[in-house]
C-alpha cells in the first residue's frame, strides 16, 4: 500500500477531492479507448492470420515467426495492451481519502 499526502493552500478539500478523481476517471476513460484502439488492431492482425495474439505471441518468442512490418506491429500493439491494463488496474484500486 502506498499513501500519498496532498497540501492545499486554499484548504478546499472537497474541491481538491473532486478534482483528483475527475482527474483519474479521465484517465481510465482514455486508457480504455487505447486498449479498445490496440485489441481492435491485434483483432486484424488475428483474422489476416489465422491464429490468435496468444499463439502468435508465443511463435513470435520461440523465433517459429520471422519479424517484418505487421509481425512486429503485432507484438507492439500486444505489448501496449499488457502496459495499458496494468495501468488501469493501478488506478481502478486508488482510493482517494480525507482525513
Do not use: P
Not at 492545499?8 to 486498449?35: D, N, P, W
Not at 484502439?37 to 492470420?49: C, D, V
Not at 501496449?80 to 495501468?87: G, H, I, R
Amino acid at each position: 500500500m502506498v499513501t500519498l499526502n496532498v497540501k492545499s493552500i486554499s484548504g478546499e478539500a472537497e474541491t481538491i477531492k473532486e478534482l483528483l478523481a475527475g482527474g483519474l476517471e479521465e484517465e481510465k476513460r482514455r486508457i480504455k479507448f487505447a486498449i479498445e484502439m490496440s485489441l481492435s488492431k491485434t483483432k486484424k492482425y488475428e483474422e489476416k492470420y489465422g491464429i490468435s495474439t496468444s499463439v502468435f505471441i508465443e511463435k513470435f518468442r520461440n523465433r517459429e515467426i520471422e519479424e517484418d512490418d505487421d509481425t512486429f506491429n503485432w507484438w507492439a500493439e500486444e505489448k501496449l495492451v499488457n502496459e495499458l491494463k496494468q495501468k488501469l488496474s493501478i488506478i481502478e484500486n486508488i482510493e482517494i481519502c480525507q482525513s
